[in-house]
């Protein structure tokens, strides 16, 4: 099925992100070339460069005046209204992605295709996307996928990793640095798990240094869980000071720890920031978490 760019402005996105930061419509001019099963990546232009803030799959075409029933008064005002299913809707989000820009491409009318057009500075121009969508090619639309979707761990990959270590020797295999992005992820993968159980939506959300954080919705509500995954053994973990301000100074932080993430039953332990900021120990450059004992 066809993938298209449409593009949100910045007015838009920041709309779209106080009202609901899950996408679960897109309403407009120039798309009606869409059909359900198609993809929508939408994009916008900040400081000329291209970033992607969602993919959309569509799902269904959606009238004007169902449109205002479901969505409300400004969505069925437009001439276009497509939906997807709330299970299948993504959060809102903000995804850089000029660095593959210039390798994208763009289905003409006559089945040319042509890179996306720029301003003489050098800029994406968004003037561009205003009239229609732009159809990508199928490899376009694969390099936005991945950037879209972080790449999770397969379990059984790392099973097998560990399986070179003795029972000793696991507490071993979490510290080494070069196991340290796929524990993370494996551990992502399980909160993602827990928490959607419990009806939030959540994504992950790339972070400086290599870092991922939750991005987790539920009605109006939003929480940002950093996730540590830690061994059987471990009763604390030590954090960054960076991690540490994060925790005591974003209100909708949380922190989960995740212990023995490779095992068939890990433990969950979830904490608020302000819980965290009252139990925990603080030392200059550090933030050491003690956990629940065994029991």
Known sequence: MPS?????????????????????FCCGTGLDEAKPGDTLFIVTVEEGELVLVNQFDVDEIVSPKEAAKRFGKQAG????????????????DAVEIEEIAGDLRIVGKNGAEAPLARTPSGAVDSKQFKSSLLELTEE????????????MPDPEEVM????????SGETAFFTMPEHSEMLQLLALKFATMVLEAEGWRCKVTPEDEGAHLLECKKRQETRRYLVCAV????????LSD????????????????????????????????AQAAESFQFEPMVWQATMPELG
């Not at 005002?77 to 809102?92: G, Q, R």
């Not at 097998?160 to 029972?167: A, H, V």
């Not at 922190?255 to 068939?264: E, F, Q, Y």
């Open 242 to 273: 960076e991690k540490r301000r994060f925790l005591t100074e974003d209100k909708k932080a949380y922190l989960a720890i995740v212990r023995g993430v490779t095992r068939p039953n890990p433990e969950w332990f979830e904490f608020t920031g």
């Open 140 to 151: 376009s639309a694969e390099l936005l996928r991945e950037k879209w979707d972080l790449p």
């Open 4 to 24: 298209y760019l449409h593009y949100w402005s910045q007015e838009t996105v920041q709309r779209r992100a106080s009202d609901d930061a899950i996408v679960e």
């Open 231 to 238: 061994s059987p053994e471990t009763s604390s973990v030590v």
């Open 77 to 92: 005002s437009m001439p276009h209204c497509l939906a997807c299913e709330p299970e299948n809707a993504d959060l809102l």
């Open 160 to 167: 097998g990793e560990l399986s070179q270590y003795d029972e």
